[in-house]
Structure formats: structure tokens, C-alpha cells
């Protein structure tokens, strides 16, 4: 979960999220690299005293300043579609969840079982509780399987929201009027926190999502 100060990635429950870091991490290598690169030209611009009154073009550097940025992108594009594709892949999910984003709370339908159904309010903080998470905690959680593929499905009844979980590498909007599909799987047991993020409304910061993770055979 996030925690005060924290201004790196949470720490992963789930292989694509694990991955997503791994590209992640690759891409700012290649953007510090630029900026130290950018800012030395441009530094050294300021100090130097290079004057050249016939100097109109340089077939050479223009081509080679065309290409390194060329390869450079192609660098980050294609680690990026492979992620991409990856995220989208799911075969033979266990079970599916349903969750359906309101104005301001997520309710969610297990829809391999009969009738099994909840809605999931932000509950009030608890000072005196140490397990009562601040504006994270929920009435009822969802509780999924651990090393399991699940499909979830996600709509709104009334505006856009967003299901988010950074931990698990999952977000993906909640529109009213159509359904959509994806996926995680969960390496690990634990509890497992997200939020809304697209902005619904005067309580859109109120809307959080558990997941708690436990064994199949519990
Ligand atoms: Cu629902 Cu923001």
C-alpha cells in the first residue's frame, strides 16, 4: 500500500506489475540519459565562444541527430507494445468479478455464484484501531485467490469512474452503458488497496477498493 514519503513505485503483487516497473525503470534510465545529454549542450552553449558567420547546414550532424533519437524511441516503443499486449492476454481465468463503480462507492457481483453480491463503502477512520487504514479501509472487502487468473469486468451506473490498484498493476475505466474486461493475478497473499481515478464527482477521493488475498483453499 502507499505509505507517507513514498515516492516510488509500490512494491508489486503481481507479474505484469512486475514488469511494468521493469519498463518503467528502463525508460527513466533513458530519460535521465537525455536530460544530463541536453543539459550539457546547453549549459556549454552559455560558456563557449564558437562563431561561425558561413555555417547554413550539416548534412552529417542532421543525419545523425535524426537517427540516435529514432533508435532511441524504438528503444521504449517496443518494450512498451509488448507490455501492452501482455496486459491484455487472459486465458482460462478461475473466476470473474464484477465490480460496478457508483456515485461514491464500487459495489461488486461474483458471477460464478448464485446471487453473490455487495456493495463496498469507504468506512470512518479509527484512530485507536492500528488495523483501520485511513481513507483506504472498506465495509466489505473483495476477497480473491492467490496464483489464480481472474477476469474482472468492470462498468458505472451513473458516470466514468475508474478501477485502480497500482499494486496489481490494474486500471481501467468504469463507463456506464458498456463492459469492460481485464485481468490480474496475484502473486501473494495480503491486502491490496486502489482507488478511484477518474474524476466523478464531490466524493470521487472516497470511493477506495480491498482486496484481500488469500489461499484457494480458504
Ligand atoms: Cu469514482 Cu472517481
Redesign the pocket.
Known amino acids: 500500500m502507499a505509505t507517507w514519503f513514498n515516492f516510488n513505485m509500490q512494491n508489486s503483487a503481481s507479474p505484469l506489475m512486475e514488469q511494468i516497473i521493469f519498463f518503467h525503470d528502463h525508460t527513466l534510465i533513458i530519460l535521465i540519459m537525455i536530460t544530463i545529454l541536453v543539459g550539457y549542450l546547453m549549459i556549454n552553449l552559455f560558456f563557449n565562444k564558437y562563431i561561425n558567420r558561413f555555417l547554413l547546414d550539416g548534412q552529417m550532424i542532421e543525419l545523425i541527430w535524426t537517427i540516435i533519437p529514432t533508435i532511441t524511441l524504438i528503444f521504449i516503443a517496443l518494450p512498451s507494445l509488448r507490455l501492452l499486449y501482455l496486459l491484455d492476454e487472459l486465458n482460462n481465468p478461475l473466476i470473474t468479478l464484477k465490480s460496478i463503480?457508483h456515485?461514491?462507492y464500487w459495489s461488486y457481483e461474483y458471477s460464478d455464484f448464485n446471487d453473490v453480491s455487495f456493495d463496498s463503502y469507504m468506512i470512518n477512520y479509527n484512530k485507536s484501531d492500528i488495523n483501520n487504514f485511513r481513507l483506504l479501509d472498506v465495509d466489505n472487502r473483495i476477497i480473491l485467490p492467490m496464483n489464480n487468473q481472474i477476469r474482472i469486468m468492470v462498468t458505472?451506473t451513473d458516470?466514468?469512474?475508474?478501477w485502480t490498484i497500482p499494486s496489481l498493476g490494474v486500471k481501467i475505466d468504469?463507463n456506464p452503458g458498456r463492459l469492460n474486461q481485464t485481468n490480474l493475478f496475484i502473486n501473494r497473499p495480503g491486502i491490496f488497496f486502489g482507488?478511484?481515478?477518474?474524476?466523478?464527482?464531490a466524493?470521487?477521493?472516497f470511493?477506495p477498493i480491498m482486496i484481500e488475498s488469500i489461499s484457494i483453499k480458504n
Do not use: F, L, P
Open positions: 463503480g456515485q461514491w458505472a458516470v466514468i469512474h475508474s468504469a482507488q478511484c481515478s477518474e474524476i466523478c464527482g466524493n470521487h477521493s470511493m
